[in-house]
């Protein structure tokens, strides 16, 4: 590792959230930035046309925030927008309904400042439910040089504990609108294949999944991984076409995993079967399908998720 350059020690994040109609999540998605143990820190709410009492609830930060309202674009628009209105050295996107711990922004400065290289870091996290209550911690170290072949496989990389360097976002552009579920992987995929990544072991953002996730959102979920896939593979290729039905296979189950992890038992057992029918090539959902049939007490002995769907 590098040492930083004293003259740039306190350098500009720029925290953009898009939020849509959670006010009160969003409240607490912003205090929890606001908190954060490094001051240099920019707040960008992009209130993606909301109809509840978003706007109202933002009100009280005054000046601490950039308030952005816009009509109704999807998540990516919403981004983009604040993108183009951040000014720090460093961006992050953070949804309304995550979090960050404490020391998130100052751990994940002195990362890239020790890494000139890296064109983004990201950190481990707490998995947590509806309510907040933490369910699980999500680990997963990394070869800085190795990110962008093993994210081909699938994402693995929570969007709430990225933070990166604007130089190379300016040069990696903006976010897909035509993706909805799995923009954050596109974009992961961009900007490893032209810069190393680097990682941070330490539990810094909390991700919330709860049981308001539907089937409907999984299946959208999976039609929208198969075009991630076809922009950075071929699959006309045999190879090409290995890859895809096991990212898609990895997709259900990892899926089924959270799930099972929220207790929608039902949809985590047909994600499962899903999953054996995508023929992936590793043992590992065969592996889940076998173990789900010995019921949830057993099932719930082996793994947790590979990735982190919403």
Not at 134 to 153: A, F, Q
Not at 168 to 186: K, M, N, Q, R, T
Request: aromatic content about 10%; overall charge negative; charged content about 25%.
């Amino acid at each position: 590792m590098l040492e930083s350059n004293p003259a740039h020690s306190h350098p500009l994040v720029s925290v953009v959230i898009p939020a849509y109609n959670a006010a009160d999540l969003t409240v607490e998605t912003v205090e929890s930035v606001l908190a954060q143990t490094y001051s240099d820190v920019e707040v960008i709410v992009v209130d993606d046309g909301s109809t509840d009492h978003t706007r109202p609830a933002m009100s009280p930060f005054g000046s601490r925030i950039s308030y952005i309202y816009k009509e109704n674009g999807g998540a990516c628009s919403a981004r983009n927008v604040g993108l183009r209105a951040s000014r720090g050295e460093y961006v992050a996107f953070l949804d309304c309904d995550d979090l960050w711990l404490p020391t998130k922004a100052e751990r994940s400065v002195a990362a890239l400042q020790a890494y000139p290289e890296a064109g983004m870091v990201f950190t481990s996290c707490l998995i947590v439910d509806g309510s907040g209550e933490t369910i699980d911690e999500y680990r997963k170290p990394v070869n800085p040089t190795d990110v962008h072949s093993d994210l081909l496989r699938g994402n693995f990389i929570p969007a709430p504990t990225v933070v990166m360097r604007r130089k190379s976002v300016d040069e990696i552009g903006l976010f897909d609108e035509h993706i909805f579920v799995p923009a954050d992987w596109d974009y992961w995929l961009r900007m490893s294949a032209g810069f190393p990544v680097c990682y941070v072991d330490e539990s810094l953002s909390k991700y919330r999944f709860s049981s308001n996730y539907s089937i409907r959102n999984v299946e959208r979920s999976l039609e929208e991984i198969e075009y991630v896939l076809k922009k950075h593979l071929d699959l006309d290729s045999p190879s090409g076409e290995q890859v895809r039905r096991d990212v898609l296979g990895q997709a259900c189950l990892d899926f089924a995993l959270s799930f099972r992890t929220i207790g929608e038992l039902r949809d985590a057992r047909r994600l499962v079967r899903r999953a054996v029918g995508c023929r992936p090539s590793g043992w590992r959902v065969y592996a889940h399908f076998a173990a789900s049939l010995l019921g949830h007490r057993i099932w719930s002995l082996t793994s947790r998720p590979r990735s982190l769907p919403k």
